[in-house]
T-cell receptor, first 112, second 115 residues
Framework: QKEVEQNSGPLSVPEGAIASLNCTYS??????FFWYRQYSGKSPELIMF????GDKEDGRFTAQLNKASQYVSLLIRDSQPSDSATYLC????????????FGSGTRLSIRP | EAQVTQNPRYLITVTGKKLTVTCSQN?????MSWYRQDPGLGLRQIYY???????DKGDVPEGYKVSRKEKRNFPLILESPSPNQTSLYFC??????????????FGPGTRLTVL
């Protein structure tokens, strides 16, 4: 079992709709959870960070964390073509807060 | 401008020819890391450093070396590159260990091809 799992996609969502991206992790002791966005040929950039159970909202983005079920999700409201990218879920290792484990990413495509 | 820089950005080399990819950050970050990214495998950590002279192996360290003699620099060394090290490499840095400070800032990437 991979430590951080994501559906590779592609996930195709119409413009203006809600895009829902999911991630599960295996280490119950993980404490910090990240969503990075990566455009093709570019480096990853952080868009959301969450460490408490529940929802965290930032503009059109909402991160949801459920530690009991070991999943973290990202919702993108009012999806725009510029949201088309690969979204990487990342989780810190419980034994070393500096060690971050990435999922393989979900490719999101917003169709006009 | 706060940034992580990597050089070179693109490199084509031959098997066995030693190479170094440089990484430098100007944000006074404690933590630096190297990743490789391959299709379908995501970002895999090669080595990381929590401070000067402190380095540790990540998930895929075989065939790589690193050093951290200065806080701002963290070069990646391939002593004898092989074709399976053809990949996209990212250097990253972050301020510290707890909470928000685990946010990593990535360099622009180095695309390496080993023939």
């Amino acid at each position: 079992q991979k430590e951080v799992e994501q559906n590779s996609g592609p996930l195709s969502v119409p413009e203006g709709a809600i895009a829902s991206l999911n991630c599960t992790y295996s280490d119950r002791g993980s404490q910090s959870f990240f969503w990075y966005r990566q455009y093709s040929g570019k480096s990853p950039e952080l868009i959301m960070f969450i460490y408490s159970n529940g929802d965290k909202e930032d503009g059109r983005f909402t991160a949801q964390l459920n530690k009991a079920s070991q999943y973290v999700s990202l919702l993108i409201r009012d999806s725009q073509p510029s949201d088309s990218a690969t979204y990487l879920c990342a989780v810190n290792n419980r034994y070393s807060a500096s060690k971050i484990i990435f999922g393989s990413g979900t490719r999101l495509s917003i169709r006009p | 401008e706060a940034q992580v820089t990597q050089n070179p950005r693109y490199l084509i080399t031959v098997t066995g020819k030693k190479l170094t990819v440089t990484c430098s950050q100007n944000m006074n970050h404690e933590y630096m890391s190297w990743y490789r990214q391959d299709p379908g495998l995501g970002l895999r950590q090669i080595y990381y450093s929590m401070n000067v002279e402190v380095t540790d192996k990540g998930d895929v360290p075989e065939g790589y070396k690193v050093s951290r003699k200065e806080k701002r620099n963290f070069p990646l060394i391939l002593e004898s590159p092989s074709p399976n090290q053809t990949s996209l490499y990212f250097c990253a840095s972050s301020p510290g260990l707890a909470g928000k400070y685990n946010e990593q800032f990535f360099g622009p990437g180095t695309r390496l091809t080993v023939l």
